[in-house]
């Protein structure tokens, strides 16, 4: 039977509802009176004829006592036919969805079933995670590796509450995720108690504001036209995550009773859009008579193709490009990344081009946290004036009012709204035409310059890094080198890491393939690390590639559940622990305020802490070596001194070889 | 405003004339190194104060007390100012001897992971 949707016809559905169950409870009657009158008839023939001769002192018991002390009252016939989540699998495969990451739940047992018998639990695969954030965030990393949305099955109400804060970091970091939560929407048939807590008119309210789109299927027909919209719509630059409610009646109704005209909806993927062409000819005319022209990206390459067009653009003209990491835009190891030498471009800068630059405002203004300005702190432009300022953005195609991931409004010259990565083909044609043979000496002067402070603030960052080489705690360029120096000759990728690592992999490492950086987060949500690596490392692993993630502590006790998980699917990954014992972004924000108060930020009374009350894990310190072997990974036991780190990777890196996950902890510095 | 500015000026001129006269205190590099860790220095500078992503270089070769010390107490960027109540004149300067006693570093070339 069909539902129906309780919000816009919620009288019918009660009624219909109510019929079924009458029809239910009196065809049990039947069953139950046909019973009763077997079982009587079989009480009479045992019943011994008068003047037998022996009578057993404890009679048999009748049918229909053994009936009633095994609960028995009904017959319960298996469903005939198809049942209604065998079709939803069948959707989902027709959009060839790898893996489905989840934490079981009764309000999809439907699903869950159809999945792993009828789907044979393939394409996708069910992956099990212990905590819905984990699933989302997994979800989320394997995206960002190979390019195809995952599926995350959550329970409804508490399940999807647990999800929000990884489709927040989904939602902030443009990374499609099909969420499907189970719910029971009919009230008049669902069971009371937990069930009915874990049930909402309309659960997908809690995350409307940060997916794309969302629908709540009342037949499989509607199911699969949502579906099918559902991937397709997350997949239209920007990406974003979206979210599809599903009944359990829906998953648990025979197909039958939907008649048997059902079709899947063929998925073609939509074109990306791209920028307006008169828009992107004026950009042009302006990029090739700058004379200072710098080009700033943020989540602009959806893929090596948008790396390469990039290269291929700031070559043009030898324009300095500024990466500010949340994706792996350019490669490190090119003359014209000049991300390090951030803040003197753009001082200098008569023309700023932002792709993808999720925070334009902070990017060519000064926001310092210092109190001045009746306490708002500093603000002031970082640009000088008569500064052209050009923007391509695909997220004004999608923005919402509530979450506040667009950031600070910035004024600019020329806004564009469209997909960078679709758009530069023909603003490098427009690139081209434009230039004339008059600047092309200018070009020239400015590449040999900037191959020139490519190289020396390249030969500054390995000297930067030798201060503290020998510290305890191990330092934290030394950590990233030496974890280098492992991976080095790997087809690796480094899919996760936290903010206290900064930017020394980027300035350390050979960054020049998509795969080699996946960018952070996105919303800033702490407990993405761990899960996300696990994810990345999973879609990873049949493309032979190493995974590496530098991992938080903190992050990690967010949800050390994902560590199972790869154990149990065998994803190898090695996790490094920048294991500094604390959460030191919030160190300062107290410290600030202490001093801002003219007070001593306090450390303890009982037992002394290194931060302040509040900021620090450690007192005891937590075993994360004896965590990860418990959920069956390789461990080694907290490093301190940097000499026994070198070895310890090394043996690490051989296990991860081998299949297996390995967590290597390494105490070292805040920052 | 200019006034306001010329007396903000004699104002951090006389704060360093009294920090240079903390500084000629006898100091500790071992005191300062533990005081260094207490007032949390280290979280954003590194335990040698060989600087980060959230704060720049101290040492080896810090800069002149004097002027580390203006800037500690007088700071309106990205660090907040540590006046006198919260850090006094005689631990800055056992935390300046500490930084003075960081020994220089060698040349990146002769370290074999960073050479190549």
Redesign the interface.
């Known amino acids: 039977m069909a539902r129906k949707n309780p919000r816009s016809d919620a009288a019918r559905s009660e009624e219909s509802a109510a019929a079924v169950s009458r029809r239910k409870f009196l065809a049990g009657v039947a069953v139950t009176s046909a019973a009763a009158t077997a079982a009587t008839g079989g009480a009479n023939a045992a019943t011994p004829p008068a003047g037998a001769a022996k009578v057993p002192s404890v009679l048999r018991p009748t049918a229909h006592q053994v009936a009633l002390e095994a609960n028995v009252v009904t017959e319960v016939k298996p469903m005939a036919g198809r049942a209604g989540s065998d079709f939803m699998v069948d959707v989902i495969k027709s959009l060839d969805i790898e893996y489905c990451y989840a934490n079981p739940a009764s309000s999809y047992r439907g699903i869950h079933e159809s999945l792993i018998n009828y789907g044979k639990n393939t394409t996708p695969e069910f992956i099990t995670c212990m905590h819905e954030e984990s699933s989302v965030a997994m979800a989320h990393g394997h995206f960002k590796v190979s390019g195809k949305p995952q599926m995350v099955l959550c329970h409804g109400v508490v399940g999807l509450m647990h999800a929000t804060m990884a489709i927040y970091n989904a939602w902030a970091d443009r990374v499609p995720v099909i969420v499907v939560g189970g719910n029971d929407l009919d009230a008049a048939r669902r069971a009371p108690g937990v069930p009915t807590y874990h049930s909402g008119q309309d659960i997908n309210a809690l995350v409307r504001d940060i997916t794309k789109w969302d629908d709540n299927p009342v037949s499989l027909q509607h199911f699969a036209q949502s579906f099918v919209r559902a991937y397709k719509m997350s997949m239209t630059p920007p990406y974003e995550p979206v979210m599809i409610a599903l009944d359990g009646g829906l998953q648990e109704e025979p197909m039958n009773e939907h008649g048997g005209s059902l079709y899947i909806p063929k998925y073609v993927q939509t074109a990306p859009p791209h920028a307006d062409l008169n828009a992107l000819r004026e950009t042009a005319k302006l990029l090739v008579n700058a004379e200072n022209p710098v080009i700033v990206v943020d989540r602009m390459a959806r893929s090596q193709d948008g790396i390469n067009s990039l290269v291929q653009l700031a070559e043009l003209v030898q324009a300095p490009v500024i990466d500010q990491s949340n994706r792996m835009n350019f490669p490190n190891t090119h003359h014209l990344c000049q991300s390090t030498q951030a803040q003197p471009l753009i001082r200098n800068a008569d023309l700023i081009i932002g792709l993808e630059v999720a925070d334009f405002w902070n990017t060519v203004n000064l926001f310092?946290?210092?109190?001045?300005e009746n306490g708002l702190g500093?603000r002031q432009s970082r640009v000088k004036p008569g500064t052209k300022l050009i923007t391509i953005s695909s997220a004004e195609l999608n923005q919402k009012s509530n979450y506040q991931d667009f950031q600070r409004f910035q004024s600019v010259d020329i806004s564009m709204v469209g997909d960078t990565e679709a758009s530069l083909a023909f603003l490098i044609e427009a690139v081209k035409s434009a230039i004339g043979n008059d600047r092309k000496a200018a070009y020239e002067k400015r590449g040999e310059a900037m191959k020139k402070d490519w190289q020396q603030s390249h030969?500054r960052t390995?000297?930067?890094?030798?201060?503290?080489?020998d510290?305890n705690?191990i330092?934290?360029p030394r950590l990233c080198?030496?974890v280098?120096?492992q991976i080095?000759d790997l087809d690796y990728s480094f899919v996760a890491s936290r903010?206290?690592?900064?930017?020394?992999p980027n300035r350390l490492w050979k960054m020049d393939k998509h795969h080699h950086w996946l960018g952070g987060s996105g919303g800033g949500g702490v407990g993405y690390g761990l899960p996300a690596s696990v994810g990345a490392a999973h879609a990873n692993k049949p493309l032979g590639r190493f995974s590496v993630s530098m991992q938080g502590d903190g992050d990690l006790m967010f949800a050390p559940g994902a560590m199972w998980t790869a154990a149990r699917h065998k994803i190898p990954l090695l996790s490094v622990l920048q294991n500094n014992k604390g959460y030191?972004q919030e160190?300062?924000h107290v410290?600030?305020m202490?001093?801002?108060r003219?007070?001593?930020?306090n450390?303890g009374t009982t037992i002394k802490d290194?931060?302040?009350v509040g900021t620090r894990i450690e007192n005891p310190d937590v075993n994360y070596a004896k965590l990860a072997e418990s959920m069956g990974w390789y461990a080694t036991p907290p490093i301190s001194d940097p000499a026994e780190l070198?070895p310890a990777l090394k043996r690490a890196v051989e296990v991860v070889k081998s299949g297996q996950p390995a967590l290597v902890d390494v105490v070292s510095?805040?920052? | 405003m200019r006034i306001v500015q010329r007396k903000l000026g004699l104002a951090v001129v006389a704060v360093g004339l009294m920090l240079g006269q903390a500084s000629a205190l006898a100091a500790s590099a071992e005191k300062g190194k533990s005081l260094f860790?207490?007032y949390?220095c280290?979280?954003?500078h590194?335990?040698?104060?060989?600087?980060?992503?959230?704060g720049p270089?101290l040492?080896?070769s810090p800069m002149p007390y004097e002027a580390l010390a203006n800037f500690v107490r007088t700071?309106?960027?990205?660090m907040?100012?540590?006046?006198e109540?919260?850090l006094p004149n005689e631990d800055l300067a056992d935390i300046y001897a500490y930084l003075e006693s960081v020994p220089a570093?060698?040349?990146?070339k002769t370290?074999p992971?960073?050479k190549?």
């Open positions: 310092i946290d210092n109190g001045l500093t030969e390995k000297q930067a890094a030798v201060i503290g080489w510290a705690p330092s934290v080198a030496e280098w120096a080095k903010s206290g690592i900064g930017s020394w030191h160190v300062m410290q600030r202490s001093n801002r003219n007070r001593v930020a450390l290194m931060g302040p070198g510095q805040a920052r | 860790m207490t949390g280290f979280q954003c590194g335990t040698v104060g060989q600087g980060g992503n959230a270089k040492a080896p700071t309106n960027r990205q907040p100012p540590y006046r109540a919260v570093v060698p040349d990146y370290i992971i960073l190549d």
